[in-house]
């Protein structure tokens, strides 16, 4: 039987060579007519890498330029978008102008860390200048972000945003002394 529908509709309709190509054409005219994409475009956002309009730049821990910005205590990244620090996480950040620049910094005081260490404190520094010190006493996500006197910033040359962990944790199964965990920091306007 189906070799006889197969006969019935080879003979009602023949393909010709010149008929497969004006098919093929027709069908890749229709399906190149629509420029509505099929999947749903990513969310747009800022990025905070390079600005070239901007004084300075937020350095992200999964950039592919973040190990170039480390001067310290920043260990490799991982699998995640952040990294473990030791007690003075530092970044070299390049300073176009000194006007309205703010440290910011957003990284977590882990709960595994916590309930050995207890509250913490963390310094915040700019070229080796106290900005702040500020004590922590739950873990969980933090942000700090505070303007810089434009006198402690060098225009067209590098900056040091810093860091400092008051008590390291210990890893019982490494022995290795960890900070805290980072996700970005830098300086912004």
Known sequence: MTERLHARYAAA?????GWKIVCV???VTLAACDRTPWFAPPEQ???LGRFPNHAARVVEMEGRDADRRI???ILPLTDAAWR?????PALKIRVRADENLKYTIDFTVPQITFKDT???SVAFTVNDRLLERVRY??????HFEKAVPPDWLPVDAYAIVGAEIDKLWT???SGRKYGFIITRMGLMQ
């Open 71 to 73: 001067v310290r205590d």
């Open 137 to 142: 006493t739950e873990p969980g996500f933090k």
């Open 13 to 17: 309709a023949p393909m010709t060579p």
């Open 45 to 47: 956002r800022p990025s």
């Open 25 to 27: 054409s027709l069908c």
């Open 84 to 88: 473990w620090t030791g007690q003075r």
């Open 118 to 120: 207890g509250p913490v």
């Open 171 to 173: 890893d019982p199964g």
